[in-house]
Structure formats: C-alpha cells, structure tokens
C-alpha cells in the first residue's frame, strides 16, 4: 500500500513490545510523519495554486489596463500628429500667401499704374485704338505673368508620383524665382554658385519644398538677428 499506492494513511499492527513490535511503532511512526508532511505540502501546493491563479488573474487585468492605456495613449500621440502635421501645413500654406502677395505687389502696381494712364491720355484726348491695344496687351501680359505664379505655386504643392531624373539648377532657379520678390523685399540677396549640369534622381516637387522651406528659415533667422548685408 505504502509503496504502490503512496498510502500512507495504512498501520502495521504487531502486538507485543519485542523487536518486531518496536518495528511495527517506528515503521507507524514514520507513517504518520509523512502523512503529515504529506498533507501540509498539499495544503502548501493548494495555496500555491491559489495564489499564482490571483495573480496570473491580476496580471491578466494588469496587462488589459495597460494595453487599454498604450491604445489611448497612441491615439492622443496620432492626434497631436495630426495637429503638428496641420499646423505645419497651414504655417506653410502662410508662408506661399507671403510670397505669393510680395510677387504680386509689383505686377498689381504696374495694372494701377497701366490703368492710370489710360485714364490720363483719355483726358488728355491722346487715347486712340493704338495706345488702348497697346495697354491691353501690356496687361494681358502682366496678368499672365501673375497666372503662371499661381501655378508655380500649384506646382511646387503638387506630390510627385514617381522618382524621375531632374536638372538640379534648373529646380534652384525656379524656387527662386517664387521667392525672389519676398527676399529683395526684405534686402537679401542670393548668389548660387555651382555646375549647371548637376543632375539629381527623386521626387522634383519635394526636392524643391525642401529648398523652400530652407530659404524661408533661413530668411526668418536673418531677420531675427538683423544681419545687414
């Protein structure tokens, strides 16, 4: 029984108090104390059991609440994402009126200034159909040219769908062009020095809202610290 069946709740009984006798209450004896022993590690390995079930419970909790909170805190991070993301594209789009109205400011005063002398040589009986055709065209000309600012802006904005291979000047000068009017306004001037024949593989328009975006820092900086010359 002890051996095959691990029963220890079993006891030998011989009477007497001879050798056999005092072997039977020793053999009962050590029964009985690992019985005992038995039954406190099983007490022991039932508490066990309990407490690693709480606590795998409350670890289960622990990592609900936590994923609960990495969910809500990734969410409030996409959000001000979102928002920086946003905020950037409006400081840029600012910055594009900016220079769009510094590269309007000259064409807009020379239709006042066209305008007024066809008011003028009217009043001064000196305008004919030559004079009128002349000025037309003359305006024509300015309005195109404030027409093809716009869509220089349009383009620049516009993402490029696939990497090409693009004059690297030719992409410089034309930023500059956009932006031309806002620097001399604010009295910088800018001198490119470099190869004509550089040649660049990427996204064009991208490349040249990075120039944009340098140029116009860099505009910010010189105004701030009042840098002359």
């Known amino acids: 029984h002890v051996t095959q069946k691990s029963d220890y709740s079993v006891r030998v009984t011989v009477p007497g108090r001879d050798e056999f006798g005092m072997l039977a209450q020793g053999f009962n004896t050590m029964l009985a104390a690992i019985r005992e022993r038995e039954d406190v590690l099983a007490a022991n390995r039932a508490g066990l059991e309990e407490a690693v079930r709480e606590r795998t419970e409350e670890l289960k909790q622990l990592n609900a609440s936590l994923e609960r909170r990495v969910q809500d805190e990734v969410a409030k991070n996409r959000e001000k994402d979102h928002l920086l993301i946003q905020q950037s594209r409006l400081a840029a789009i600012g910055e594009m009126i900016g220079n769009i109205a510094h590269q309007w400011r000259q064409p807009i005063n020379a239709l006042t200034l066209l305008l007024a002398n066809i008011k003028d040589a009217y009043e001064f009986k000196e305008l004919d159909r030559a004079y009128l055709d002349a000025s037309i065209a003359n305006g024509h000309a300015i309005i195109q040219r404030m027409s093809i600012t716009i869509d220089d802006f349009r383009n620049f904005f516009r993402p490029n769908k696939e990497k090409v291979c693009f004059n690297v ?61």
Do not use: C, H, P
Request: aromatic share 6%.
């Open 169 to 229: 000047n030719a992409v410089v000068a034309d930023v500059l062009r956009i932006l031309d009017a806002a620097f001399r306004n604010s009295g910088i001037d800018i001198e490119v020095v470099g190869d004509a024949d550089v040649m660049a593989f990427g996204y064009r328009n991208e490349y040249s809202q990075v120039l944009i975006n340098l140029l116009a820092n860099a505009k910010e900086a010189l105004q701030q610290t009042k840098t002359a010359d």
